[in-house]
């Protein structure tokens, strides 16, 4: 039975309570809708903020990361720089004091014989191996050899300034002899006993004289800085 009122007797609206409670339905499922939308909308955008919020620290740590690992990596390139840079300077230094040593041992023996070869360096030189000879050699019977520039003059003083009186009142004995290979300075000896003050004696503590001749040339060379 279909019941439809007009007029003044009859209402405005939905034509029956099925069209009502329909409009009703479909309000509340719109409604619905919307809040959920809303709630999802929200959630979406949460998720959204926690997700770049994740971003940002993941990043700012990678950053951190990835300067700690760039600023190691510089220290270490640096390290390894500096180790090459001292390692490239000693070595220079290394053969610049092989060269100077070498031209050290190339020079010296034409030194000493020009040396030699000075009557007053000559001389000198004698006396300072008989004081050495007298401290170090305890036989009072000596042999000296010598090469063979000596004049007798020579010879003779060699003689009276190694034969006087010594410690205790006793004299030295002295024999000569020449030997063709001293081309400087004497060797002296006695029994069981030997001081080589001849070029090649003087040369044979090689590592003692480089030393020596090193810390007298950078003592030399800094003065001249």
């Known amino acids: ?78 390290r390894q720089a500096q180790a090459s840079a001292l390692l490239a300077e000693r070595q220079r230094a290394q053969q610049e004091t092989r060269a100077l040593l070498q031209e050290m041992w190339a020079a010296i023996t034409g030194v000493l014989e020009s040396r030699w070869a000075d009557p007053a360096h000559r001389k000198a030189w004698v006396q300072a191996a008989i004081r050495q000879a007298k401290t170090l050699l305890i036989g009072r019977s000596w042999r000296i050899e010598h090469d063979a520039g000596w004049s007798q003059e020579e010879l003779g003083e060699l003689v009276q300034l190694v034969s006087g009186k010594g410690e205790g009142g006793s004299a030295y004995e002295v024999a000569l002899a020449c030997d063709r290979g001293i081309r400087a300075g004497v060797r002296i000896s006695t029994v069981g006993a030997c001081l080589d003050a001849t070029v090649a004696g003087l040369l044979v503590s090689r590592a003692q004289i480089e030393s020596e001749f090193l810390a007298q040339y950078l003592a030399l060379a800094k003065r001249h800085e």
Do not use: W, Y
């Not at 009122?5 to 029956?16: L, R």
């Not at 009502?20 to 979406?44: E, F, I, N, P, Y």
């Not at 997700?51 to 190691?72: D, Q, T, W, Y």
């Open 1 to 78: 039975m279909n019941v439809q009122g007009t007029g003044a007797d009859g209402f405005d609206g939905p034509a029956s309570i099925l069209d009502a409670q329909v409009d009703a339905m479909s309000q509340r499922v719109s409604k619905d809708r919307d809040s959920r939308c809303a709630q999802l909308r929200t959630g979406a955008e949460g998720q959204a903020r926690d997700i770049l919020r994740s971003a940002r620290k993941e990043a700012r740590a990678n950053v951190h990361e990835a300067v700690a690992r760039e600023r190691k990596l510089g220290e270490q390139a640096l």
